[in-house]
């Protein structure tokens, strides 16, 4: 079955920097990864996704790119500001449509 | 994408006794899952609520401890059965709208907060 990982486990920002989050997918057949902004207490919210037959995507500070050939998507979030501290999952949807979650990206930005 | 009202928000349950989760979906999905997320952890997969038929469970989760029901497209229930200390969890429901093979929508419910004394 699917397997993600996903790195780092947290990252610390100077506010205006950037952060990247990277997640690696075993399985060639997923097609779908979206990408999930959870603040502490709430559900997952989608933030981003992107399809495979898509390289890159961008909403205003959030980008994520896709390469299928070496089976890894990242997420890139520019000028960073202390509300986008949380932990970030990426997922891959399987032949079943089922949602895989990498193991979670704990972000905090320093004002 | 759809909405999800998820009941109840939180519980605090004697062990040996079972709790039911409800999920109600605003509008017909395609599929609905159940995911258990413990704290400061990821979401794991426990089962796929198929409607009509028995649900699809994943490795390490069972239907005696998990019942599940999906009785239409747009409800579902999570029972936790026989509750140990160790089912202390926050339990999510999502729903999936698919066009042909392809997702138009995940969407997750509020969540549950099950503690378990």
């Known amino acids: 079955g699917e397997n993600v990982e996903q790195h780092p486990s947290t990252l610390s920002v100077q506010e205006g920097d950037s952060a990247v989050i990277k997640c690696t997918y075993s399985d060639s057949a997923s097609n779908y990864f979206p990408w999930y902004k959870q603040e502490l207490g709430k559900r997952p919210q989608l933030i981003i996704d992107?399809?495979?037959?898509?390289g890159e995507k961008k909403d205003q500070r959030i980008a994520v790119t896709l390469n299928k050939t070496a089976k890894h998507f990242s997420l890139h979030i520019t000028e960073t500001q202390p509300e986008d501290s949380a932990v970030y999952f990426c997922a891959a949807v399987d032949s079943s449509y089922k949602l895989i979650f990498g193991s979670g990206t704990r972000l905090l930005v320093r004002p | 994408s759809a909405v999800i009202s998820q009941k109840p928000s939180r519980d605090i349950c004697q062990r040996g006794t079972s709790l039911t989760i409800q999920c109600q979906v605003d509008?017909?999905?395609?599929?609905m899952f159940w995911y258990r997320q413990q704290p400061g952890q990821s979401l794991t997969l426990i089962a796929t609520a198929n409607q009509g038929s028995e649900a699809t469970y994943e490795s390490g989760f069972v239907i005696d401890k998990f019942p599940i029901s999906r009785p239409n497209l747009t409800f579902s229930t999570l029972t936790v059965s026989n509750m140990s200390p160790e089912d202390s969890s926050i339990y999510l429901c999502s729903a999936t709208k698919l066009l042909g093979d392809r997702v138009l929508s995940d969407t997750f419910g509020s969540g549950t907060r099950l503690t378990v004394v």
């Open positions: 509008s017909q999905v395609t599929m």
């Open positions: 992107i399809r495979s037959n898509v």
